[in-house]
């Protein structure tokens, strides 16, 4: 039986699958079973963060495993406290709890913001406002905060407490504020939701809130951190820092983590016995973490970011079909006129590129250390099938 038919028969039918077994990486190009190359424009939905098997990451990553796999979160390891001390510096936070996903990283983040308030003003205090099209997890609580309707099935019952506000409503925003409310969450740059922006004004006011009221702002940067967008956090393109800060997707180059940081107001909430995870912090994905964290930390790389998104952007925006190129950095998303992104996914895998797509948009998040040559190379096929 081949792979295919093996998943199909043993894996439960959660995912739509393209019809490609991806067999080994190198940088952003990738080979499948039959030794068919594809470019990379996808990163594994922004996880790859330095492409495939990039030799620094790969040989922290191969020298930890070799050394200590693994310690339980009753002992102390250096891979973890170097990559938080990293994170801390770097972000300028003063603590992180680890989990291993981005639903893992919100739901830290939604306990701490219910107990802040609860050790501050008591019970009742605990409501968490989200936006209208987010999207924060596949947990119960982490579905119950994504403001889709669409999720929000077949699971009954859901988590008590979230509120959904449409994004850059300042209106609706202060109608769902009452004393009740604990927290404000939100995507900078909405990914799963079609790669939308929040308005620079609408972030002001949820800060200027957040401040008045003693609210915590907690800011879901699971796809947005970490260079994404041509900055290390997407909150420096808004001026912004939230209270709480969640990462995962890319920090740790293709190794499961999750990071919830909290500012010196609120890092010290969650304390022995209130929350914990077996797996969070593990020495190999802290180390994975930390030679990714050394990358970003190289003086060119946010411009080298910029400066390859720069050159993706100008050419669609040249392209008939292409209505509106929305997002930051290397995090793109793509509106067309008349094709469907289904279809342009489907007909760009056939000529040897991998792309995403965000509800109706076509969605790019190629490696933040893509080539030159790999990004010219995937262009080509890209407008090519747009053009089409
Ligand atoms: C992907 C994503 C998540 C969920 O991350 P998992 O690792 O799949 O649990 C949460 N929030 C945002 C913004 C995401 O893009």
Known sequence: MDTIEMTQQHIMSTYGRSNL?????????CEDAVKRKYIDFGSGIGTTSLGFCDPDWTDAVCAQVKKLQHTS????????????????EMTGYSKVFYGNSGAEANECAIKLARKYSFDKY???????ITLVNSFHGRTLATLSATGQDVFHNFFFPFVEGFRYVKA??????????????????????????????????????????????????IADEVQ????????????????????????????????PIGACLANEKCADVLDKGSHGS???????????????????SQADMMQSIIEKSDYI???????????????????????????????????????????????DRVRLLPPLTIGMDEVTEGMKILCKVLEG
């Open 73 to 88: 979160n009753l002992f102390y390891h250096e891979p973890q406290a170097e990559l938080a001390q990293m994170l801390c």
């Open 168 to 217: 850059n409503d300042i209106e609706d925003l202060h109608a769902n504020l009452d004393d009740s409310v604990c927290a404000i969450m939100v995507e900078y740059i909405q990914g799963e939701g079609g790669v939308k922006p929040l308005h620079a004004e609408f972030v002001a006011e949820i800060r200027r809130i957040c401040d008045e009221k003693d609210i915590l702002m």
């Open 21 to 29: 077994v991806l067999e080994s990486g190198n940088g952003a190009t």
């Open 224 to 255: 947005t951190g970490i260079g994404r967008t041509g900055k290390l956090l997407a909150g420096e393109h808004f001026g912004c820092k939230a209270d709480v800060t969640t990462l995962a997707k890319g920090l740790a180059g293709g190794l």
């Open 278 to 296: 077996t797996f969070g912090g593990n020495p190999v994905a802290c180390a994975g973490a930390v030679a990714v964290l050394k990358k970003m």
């Open 122 to 128: 008591g019970k009742g205090r605990h409501t968490i």
């Open 313 to 359: 952007r100008s050419q669609l925006a040249a392209i008939d079909e292409v209505s509106e190129v929305s997002g930051k950095g290397m995090m793109i998303g793509i509106a067309l006129k008349t094709k469907n992104a289904a279809d342009v996914l489907q007909e760009c895998l056939k000529n040897g590129l991998l792309v995403l797509t965000a509800k």
